[in-house]
């Protein structure tokens, strides 16, 4: 489904992105950067997260960017996914403790000055949070819509609903909350237990009136393959884990 990129008149365009898509959440831990990670259409991944980058990670990439001809940041790629993070720029080890006007500088750059080539979705993987980062990218480029992503345990739902209210003050339409967590099942006696709750996000986004866009499991396998960085869309294409993000893709 495409979205109407719509914003402020000051917002400009991505040069070569057909529309973005913001992934957030109020909460950080709550799987945010392991969803932006699992879409599965012609996309691009920028880590918004200066404080905590997870992509390098979560697709085994590493080293700084080439520079183009223009003076541009050539994205790194796995999987076929270009991808874009602080964690590229940084050394590994060096403690990210930044001053705001650093940390807006950062990502101008990574908004900027980053040749993504021709992308139908550039997918942000922004900072948990409402803050001055979160705003300064919905004021700067068109987005055509925001997805959250939130456990079902209550704490996370009222940031998550945090979130939700800010996009809607700056005109980016929600398009539905990701329920992460939401189920364990034991691998041995395939008992379900709902360890942060079973359908909070639901009742979230009934007052949101907005949809939710899927459910994925606690799963040890997806913590383990985001651990190793070969996400589980990648290395268990046919698992029922990797069929929930691609609902949620497809949801999209
Ligand atoms: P956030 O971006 O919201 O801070 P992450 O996506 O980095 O959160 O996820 C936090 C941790 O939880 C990571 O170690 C990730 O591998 C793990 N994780 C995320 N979603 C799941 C899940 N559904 N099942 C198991 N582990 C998960």
């Not at 500088?105 to 990574?110: D, G, N």
Request: aromatic letters at 4%; charged letters at 20%.
């Amino acid at each position: 489904k495409q979205h109407m990129a719509r914003g402020l008149p000051k917002q400009k365009p991505i040069a070569g992105v057909k529309q973005v898509i913001v992934v957030a959440s109020g909460k950080g831990g709550v799987g945010k950067s392991t969803t932006a990670g699992k879409q599965s259409k012609t996309v691009g991944i920028l880590d918004a997260d200066v404080y905590g980058p997870s992509i390098p990670k979560l697709m085994s990439l590493k080293g700084n960017p080439e520079l183009t001809d223009n003076n541009l940041m050539r994205p790194l790629m796995n999987f076929g996914i270009p991808c874009m993070s602080m964690g590229f720029l940084v050394e590994d080890v060096a403690p990210i403790v930044w001053r705001g006007l650093m940390v807006m500088s950062a990502i101008e750059k990574l908004l900027r000055q980053v040749d993504w080539g021709l992308l139908d979705y550039l997918v942000i993987d922004m900072p948990p949070g409402t803050g001055d980062v979160q705003l300064s990218i919905t004021q700067n480029v068109p987005i055509a819509g925001a997805v959250i992503v939130s456990t079902p345990q209550d704490i996370a739902l009222l940031d998550a609903r945090r979130g939700a209210e800010m996009f809607r003050k700056v005109n980016v339409p929600v398009l539905g909350i990701v329920q992460n967590m939401s189920v364990f099942q034991c691998p041995k006696c395939n008992h379900q237990t709902h360890i942060f709750g079973a359908d909070g996000a639901r009742a979230l986004a009934d007052t949101l009136g907005v949809q939710v866009l899927g459910d994925i499991p606690l799963h040890l396998s997806i913590r383990e393959m985001s651990d190793r960085g070969q996400p589980v869309v990648v290395s268990s294409p046919d698992s029922p884990e990797a069929e929930a993000y691609r609902k949620v893709a497809t949801a999209v």
